[in-house]
C-alpha cells in the first residue's frame, strides 16, 4: 500500500496517525497550523494523552511517521486520506462542516490518480455524500477523470485512554460504497483484522449514524444515573449500591453508571446537540437526546445548589477546587462541567483556588472572565489552605488518597464535597468532615 495521509493534526488525527505508523504503515500528518507542525517535529506533542510522546518519538525514529503543512505532496504520495479536522458545534447545535469540505476540496485539487477519502471526523449522516460531491465537482472543473471513493471510518477514542481504545478496538466500523475500498480500509486496519477485532462493514450513512447513536446513548446513560442519583438523596438511597446493583445486569453493564456533576468533552455535548438537529432536519423528533442535553445542563447547576444549600451565604467564602478538566489523564477541558460550575461560584462571590494536574493552561484563559476570583494553587494541599470547604469535580487518581488529616489542618472550615464519589462518607466523616457526595 502506498502511504496514507491524515490531514489534521488535532486529538483524533495525531492519535489515528500515530497508531496507524505504529502499524507499520507510513503516514503522513497534515496540519495547516505552521507552529503545531514544526512542535511536532521538533518532539513536542500539543496535547495531554498518556503514552503519545513516547509512540510519535518512536514512529518519528522509524521514519513511519512524518509531520508536513504540504498537503499537494501528501495527497499526491497517498492512496488513503483520512479526513480528521475539527467539526464544531453552530450555534442552533447542528455540526459545522465548513472545515471537512474545505479538505475535501483541497484533496481534489491534488488528486493525480484513484484515492479512498475518509471521513474520520465525527460528521452528520449525509456528510459522505456531500464530500463525494464537492470532490467530484472539482475534478469536473479541473476536467480530470480520476477515480476515487468516499468512506466512513467513525472513531471511538475515550481521552486518556486514546492509544488503547485505538489499538484494542471493540469493533472497527467502516461504511463504502465499493468492495474496492471496503477492502483498501480492511487492509489499513489489517493488525486488527489479523487479530480477530469485530468489523462491522456497511453502507456510509450507516457508518456516520452508529457514531452518534453511540455517543448519544452514553450521555444518556450518564444523565439517568445522575437522575436517579438526585432522587436517591431525597428517597435516602444510595445510588453507588443502586448503580453497582444494576450494573450486574448483563442487558445494562456498569459502564457509564457513575454519578456525578454531568458529562462534558468534545464528544457527548456536541454529538447530543448535533443528533437532535439532525433529527429535527429530517421532521424527527428525539425526545429522549433532547431531554438528556437539558437535564445535562441542569446537573452542572445542581452541584452549585448542593453546596451553596450545604454552606448558605457564599459571599466572601472560599473552595478548595480539585480537578476541572472534564475527566481525569486529559488537559482538555471544552464543555467541562467545571467551567458552568466555577463561573456561578464566583458569581456568587466564592475565591476559587484552584489544582488540576493537567488543567492550568487552558484553564487560565477558559475562566478569564473569572480571573479575579481565581487562584491556581500547585497542589491538593495548597489549594486547600485556609478554605471553607473542598470541592472534588474531576476524579484525578492522586486525590482519590489524600491525607485527610493534612487537609483539614490546612482549612478553616471542614465542608467537603465528592461530586464523584470516590470517598466514603464514613471514613470522611471519621476525620471531622461534613461530607456531601452525589446521591449517597
Known amino acids: 500500500m502506498e502511504k496514507i495521509a491524515v490531514i489534521g ?16 504503515r507510513e503516514v503522513i500528518c497534515v496540519d495547516n497550523n505552521k507552529q503545531k507542525i514544526k512542535d511536532l517535529k521538533e518532539g513536542n506533542i500539543p496535547i495531554y494523552e498518556p503514552g503519545l510522546d513516547d509512540l510519535v518519538e518512536r514512529n518519528v525514529y ?52 484513484y484515492k479512498v477519502i475518509v471521513d474520520k471526523s465525527t460528521v452528520p449522516i449525509g456528510t459522505g455524500q456531500k464530500v463525494k460531491k464537492v470532490v467530484q465537482d472539482i475534478l469536473d472543473e479541473r476536467g480530470v477523470d480520476y477515480k476515487f471513493d468516499v468512506a466512513s471510518n467513525p472513531e ?15 469493533r472497527v466500523v467502516i461504511g463504502a460504497e465499493s468492495e474496492k475500498a471496503a477492502k483498501i480500509m480492511k487492509d489499513v486496519y489489517g493488525v486488527l483484522y489479523l487479530n480477530e ?7 456510509i450513512e450507516t457508518a456516520e449514524m452508529i457514531k452518534y447513536a453511540s455517543n448519544a446513548f452514553l450521555a444518556m446513560k450518564i444523565t439517568y444515573i445522575n437522575e436517579i442519583a438526585n432522587l436517591c438523596e431525597k428517597v435516602g438511597a444510595n445510588v453507588q449500591h443502586v ?71 457564599l459571599e466572601r467564602k472560599t473552595l478548595g477546587i480539585l ?20 463561573t456561578e461560584l464566583a458569581n456568587l462571590g466564592v475565591k476559587l483556588k484552584i489544582f488540576d494536574p493537567e488543567g492550568e493552561k487552558e484553564g487560565t484563559w477558559r475562566l478569564s472572565h473569572i480571573k479575579e ?30 491525607n485527610l488529616e493534612k487537609l483539614k489542618d490546612a482549612m478553616k472550615d471542614y465542608y467537603f464535597f465528592d461530586l464523584r464519589n470516590i470517598y466514603e462518607r464514613e471514613l470522611v466523616e471519621e476525620k471531622g468532615f461534613k461530607y456531601y457526595g452525589v446521591g449517597v
Not at 471511538?156 to 471493540?170: K, M, Q, V, Y
Not at 485556609?386 to 482519590?400: A, P, S, Y
Open 156 to 170: 471511538f477514542l475515550r481521552e486518556g485512554s486514546a492509544i488503547h481504545d485505538f489499538t484494542h478496538p471493540d
Open 9 to 24: 493534526s488535532g486529538y483524533v488525527g495525531l492519535v489515528a496517525g500515530t497508531c496507524l505508523a505504529d502499524f507499520g
Open 373 to 402: 476570583n481565581v487562584e491556581f494553587c500547585n497542589n491538593e494541599y495548597e489549594a486547600c489552605e485556609n478554605t471553607d470547604g473542598l470541592v472534588i469535580i474531576t476524579e484525578w487518581h492522586q486525590f482519590r488518597n489524600m
Open 197 to 203: 477485532t469485530p468489523f462491522v462493514m456497511t453502507n
Open 243 to 313: 448503580a453497582k446493583a444494576m450494573g450486574k445486569d448483563g442487558r445494562i453493564s456498569p459502564k457509564f453508571l457513575h454519578a456525578g456533576p454531568g458529562y462534558g468533552g468534545s464528544c457527548f455535548p456536541k454529538d447530543t446537540k448535533a443528533l437532535a438537529s439532525i433529527a429535527k432536519d429530517y421532521g424527527e423528533i428525539i425526545s429522549l437526546i433532547e431531554t438528556t442535553v437539558a437535564t445535562n445542563e441542569r446537573q452542572k447547576s445542581k452541584m452549585v445548589e448542593k453546596i451553596k444549600n450545604a454552606i448558605g451565604n
Open 323 to 342: 480537578g476541572i478538566t472534564f475527566k481525569p489523564k486529559t488537559d482538555d477541558m471544552r464543555e467541562a462541567p467545571s467551567l458552568t460550575i466555577l
Open 62 to 113: 522509524y521514519k513511519r511517521l512524518s509531520f508536513t503543512t504540504d498537503k499537494k505532496k501528501a495527497v499526491e504520495e497517498s492512496e488513503v486520506i483520512f479526513i480528521a479536522v475539527g467539526t464544531p458545534p453552530a450555534d442552533d447545535g447542528s455540526a459545522d462542516l465548513q472545515y471537512v469540505l474545505q479538505v475535501a476540496k483541497d484533496i481534489a485539487r491534488h488528486m493525480n490518480g
